[in-house]
């Protein structure tokens, strides 16, 4: 009797505590099992009629009716896009951990990138960490950006001397091409210690193009993208075009590794260099019996930097010249501050750079109303996930839209003015921990190349507004039109004359 009179009480507040955690847990699966709201969908295709040409703009667009967290089909992808810098936070913070593995284009998958690169891989591999780690300590560590300063400089200058030359002809001269060339350049000789970029060769170069080739069999729109199944059949040529560019690009690799091969074999010991450059360090990492890396892992390391640090900076640097060229009295003001900080004679170096406030608010204006990578690289769900009090299901691509963030009128006042005031006195940076501002991404798969690519776009700016007044042709306004693909270009190039301030030194 006894033990029944506690077992009944026992049972009544188990049931009580079982009812109570399975209301409690219905309702919170029912809230999770809330997709995010979107627009209706068309059989088979989903929502891609609504993508169109340039998609961060139709995401913006689409979520002025959906709200800062949408679902849309994609063919056979589910996508949730965000837009706001607290969905953005949820996503590159709060679960970055589940939402940091990829989704990638069919191009890519085309050479096995995916599996070996460093932007495409899973991040839970201890080959991702190992690549990241390798990139972190040997090309973007603040030591190794100091002991590369002299590279850049070297190189600014032979830009300015380009500059100089067109000057003198009184031509305009292609800011996009010539900035990516200074930018290619920086790149290769940090990289492996050589000039691939050439100013003078007015027929293409190789090199150059495949890099071109490859970031636009990357960024093009492709149907398999939406349906995988359809990627043998290469309906856009993307695959094909990927697969020609890479192996023009692996083969000069291929030669710069076979030349340092042959170099250290000579050596007693082959670690033995003076100056060591990337390849230098990696082919070090492919000797022994217990090799971490084999040259295949370098080539692609390879292409991953070119194809992410090329075209990225020097287009932010295009986007600059067109706002400033468009915007003379804040162009005025930014060439006014260098001149104190440098001097009528002085070159600008280095160092100048974080004394130049306006110029580096110059620099995040641009990056807030230009993202050179506007819906950053695809994430994916790794398991379901609740972001924003929504539901994303395991396997659902990840977007988040910086260009809308950017210019969303209830985060920045005025955001499609070209004003780099409104950073003056403000802590707001790039650097990730800013939610309204993350051109390079944030959390653990943001961009490893900020600290090289905001030293190279800054003193080529600042180098080119010291020594030059600028003109566009005819006096004409520059148009701002884009297009989108891996970077954000401007559909037409930039075209502006140099006007010499004073000597080239
Ligand atoms: C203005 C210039 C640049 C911008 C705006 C930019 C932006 C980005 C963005 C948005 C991502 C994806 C981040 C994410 O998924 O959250 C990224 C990834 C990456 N960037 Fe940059 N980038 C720039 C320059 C560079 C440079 C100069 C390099 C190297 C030389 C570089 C190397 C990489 C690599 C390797 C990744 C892949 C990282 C990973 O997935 O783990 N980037 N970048």
Redesign the pocket.
Known sequence: MEIVSLFLPFCFFLSCFLIFNTARFQRRSSQAATLPPGPPRLPIIGNIHQVGEHPHRSFADLSKTYGPIMSLKLGSLNTVIVTSPEAAREV?RTHDQILSA?NSPNSIRSINHHKVS??WMD?SSTR?RLL?KL?ATH?FSPQRIESTKALRMKKVQELMSFMDESSEREEAVDISRASFITTLNI?SNILFSVDLGSYGSKNSNGFQDSVIGAMEAAGSPDLANFFPFLGFLDLQGNRKKMKLCTERLFKVFRGFIDAKTAEKSLRDNPKDVSYRDFVDALLDLTLGDEAELNINDIEHLLL??FI??TD??SS?LEWAMAELLNNPKTMAKAQAEIERMVGQNGVVQEPDITELTYLQAVVKET?RLH???PL??P?KAETDVEVFGFLVPKDTQVLVDVWAIGRDPNVWENPNVFEPERFLGKEIDVKGRDYELT?????R??????P??TK??SLMLASLLHSFDWKLPNGAVSDMDETFGVTLHKTNPLHAAPIKKRAIN
């Open positions: 590159l990829r460093v932007a991040p991702w990241r990139s090309l790149i991953d930097m992410a640090g990225t900076s932010t990056l993202p050179p990578v950053l690289l994430r051109p390079f991404g944030a959390g798969r943001i961009c490893p190349g900020l090289l690519a190279i776009v």
